[in-house]
């Protein structure tokens, strides 16, 4: 089994920065995928970006060119730096562990973008 604690989700002004990060821990296995989903109400999850241990990486079209994923493998974190927000962030960002057939996920984190 695999826990993954989130953090760094708030309030911020349309324009400012936040830096998601979510730490694994427990059935790391060596090849795996992190990523960070996002969830507003009435909408589906969606996928943000992602990237994987060998460290390929992947965006949405929304998050191009203003988010950058990135992963410290020896600590097992993935990290979501977002830059230039807009109202249409704000969701509940969920952090996604999957590998080896199995899939999990973070409790999510509040992300709120004010106009």
């Known amino acids: 089994q695999v826990q993954l604690v989130e953090s760094g989700g708030g309030l911020v002004q349309a324009g400012g920065s936040l830096r998601l990060s979510c730490a694994a821990s427990?059935?790391?296995?060596?090849?795996?995928?992190m990523g960070w989903y996002r969830q507003a109400p009435g909408k589906q999850r969606e996928l943000v970006a992602d990237?994987?241990?060998?460290?390929?990486?992947r965006f949405a079209d929304s998050a191009k060119g203003r988010f950058t994923i990135s992963r410290e493998n020896a600590k097992n974190t993935v990290y979501l730096q977002m830059n230039s927000l807009k109202p249409e962030d704000t969701a509940v960002y969920y952090c996604r562990w999957l590998g080896s057939g199995r899939n999990y996920w973070g409790q999510g984190t509040q992300v709120t973008v004010s106009s």
């Open positions: 990237i994987t241990s060998d460290m390929t990486t």
């Open positions: 427990g059935s790391i296995f060596s090849f795996n995928v």
